[in-house]
């Protein structure tokens, strides 16, 4: 019998990117294929400024992309990070995982090798991006903008309203194979060279096809120390139902890590199980801004293409239940 088919994204701005790849599940392609077609949309649009072309750039004023993809039959991944020039990076991860035996690429080789396979090398950055980019170092100290002579800092990375949006996605296809994706430009005005969670198998994004698949977004920093998505999963083993294991894995992280740490921003986990339920989870209904209110999108077979909200968890409330 036919699985009911399903795909689950992050953020406001993937309710087109789930569309997209339900029309490729409503045609019978793979969870793969709508994983990879679902990212290129985002990837593309130059209006979300935090994926892909359009992106907002590292402190140096250069876009620096990481993103990973995950196929549930074969249990293959692949993934690159810091790529600069390539507009679509999850279609590169795809190619690292077909046609090197290693799994992820990494800087200027991740860009060889994407021209090495056909992808055209591009500008990232758009006029509106430079702007903001512009607008940001011009409120920096010299020593900021160098970011590397600082000296130790105390305390996380400083967080401002531009400092992400990953498109994390998950799906499920009618031949009942799950897949999952991750890519984003990270955290804006990041230390050149930084690697978030979103290209890291486990942590952006895990996929066990006998179970589910889970990805993330968020505050990339923490999310990774306790590989969110992988105890995601894990727990569905376990028997959850998707929502219970992405607060499952919540909690695991916001137990580990010092309230503070969950101040300005937040971290949030999708989720689809074997038999398509579907389910997310965030520490807040908000990160940074009032304004990045923390919706996922979902589109399927028997799931309307619709946004939704919550269920929200905050460290507080969470660490008091404990
Ligand atoms: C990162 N996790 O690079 C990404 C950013 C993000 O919502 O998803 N923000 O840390």
């Not at 087109?16 to 985002?42: F, H, M, P, Q, Y």
Request: charged letters at 20%.
């Amino acid at each position: 019998m036919a699985t009911p088919y399903v795909i689950v994204t992050t953020w406001r701005f993937g309710l087109a990117a789930s569309i997209r790849g339900n029309e490729v599940l409503a045609g019978g392609g793979s969870a793969i294929d709508a994983i990879e077609a679902a990212g290129n949309l985002t990837e593309l649009d130059p209006e979300v400024n935090s994926v892909g072309y359009g992106g907002l750039p590292n402190a140096d004023g250069v876009v620096e992309l990481d993103a990973a993809i995950m196929d549930g039959p074969t249990h293959a991944a692949g993934s690159v990070a810091g790529l600069t020039g390539i507009k679509t990076p999850i279609s590169v991860a795809r190619k690292v995982m077909l046609y090197t035996p290693h799994t992820m690429l990494v800087g200027d080789n991740a860009k060889r090798f994407a021209l090495q396979h056909g992808f055209a090398d591009e500008r990232l950055l758009t006029d509106v991006s430079n702007e903001r980019w512009l607008e940001w170092r011009a409120n920096q100290s010299a020593a900021d903008v160098a970011h590397f002579d600082t000296g130790p800092r105390e305390g996380l990375t400083e967080l401002t309203p531009d400092n992400h949006d990953t498109i994390g996605l998950v799906a499920l296809d009618s031949h009942g194979n799950l897949a999952a994706g991750c890519t984003t430009s990270g955290m804006a005005w990041k230390v050149p060279g930084r690697v978030g969670d979103s290209p890291i198998i486990g942590s952006g994004l895990y996929v066990d096809n006998e179970i589910g698949a889970a990805a993330g977004t968020g505050h990339g920093d923490e999310m990774m120390k306790a590989v969110v998505s992988f105890r995601t999963v894990e727990a569905m083993g376990r028997g959850l139902t998707p929502t219970e294991a992405c607060v499952e894995a919540l909690r695991y992280l916001m137990r580990k890590r010092p309230p503070e740490s969950f101040n300005n921003y937040g971290a949030a986990l999708i989720a689809v199980r074997k038999d398509g339920d579907i389910g997310a989870a965030s520490t807040r209904s908000g990160f940074a801004a009032p304004d990045r209110l923390w919706q996922w999108a979902a589109a399927g077979e028997q799931v309307p293409a619709i946004l939704n909200e919550g269920p929200y968890c905050t460290p507080t409330s969470l660490i008091s239940s404990l």
